[in-house]
């Protein structure tokens, strides 16, 4: 059984850093692309970033590069967003899903994905 296990979330103001991880269970992460996506208060799943399996290749949400970066230990079975910079906007529950989704991504695919219960990030004076 796939689990996925958020965590780091917490109440930041604009500007901070948050450091996001997802332990990850019940399959192997090693051979497997894996997403962040996020959800804001009344919208939808959005796709944040996504890493290759081997962790070599990382692409972001447009309103996000620059800012967050994406990596993996396959050691550990662990997925990590270190997110600087941070901005009211990106207030949303953070999710980590297999695969490694796009900006094209069709929303109903993503909802599709198995995620945990997800970390709530606040941004906010």
């Known amino acids: 059984e796939v689990q996925l296990v958020e965590s780091g979330g917490g109440l930041v103001q604009p500007g901070g850093s948050l450091r996001l991880s997802c332990v990850a269970s019940g399959f192997r992460f090693s051979i497997y692309g894996m997403s962040w996506l996020r959800q804001a208060p009344g919208k939808g799943l959005e796709w944040v970033s996504g890493i290759s399996n081997g962790g070599t290749i990382t692409s972001y949400e447009d309103s996000v590069k620059g800012r967050f970066t994406m990596s993996r230990d396959n050691a550990k079975n662990t997925l990590y967003l270190q997110m600087n910079s941070l901005k009211p906007e990106d207030t949303a529950v953070y999710y980590c899903?297999?695969?490694?989704?796009?900006?094209?991504?069709?929303?109903?695919?993503?909802?599709?994905?198995?995620r945990g219960q997800g970390t709530q990030v606040t941004v906010s004076s």
């Open positions: 899903t297999q695969g490694r989704w796009n900006s094209n991504t069709p929303a109903q695919t993503l909802r599709d994905q198995v």
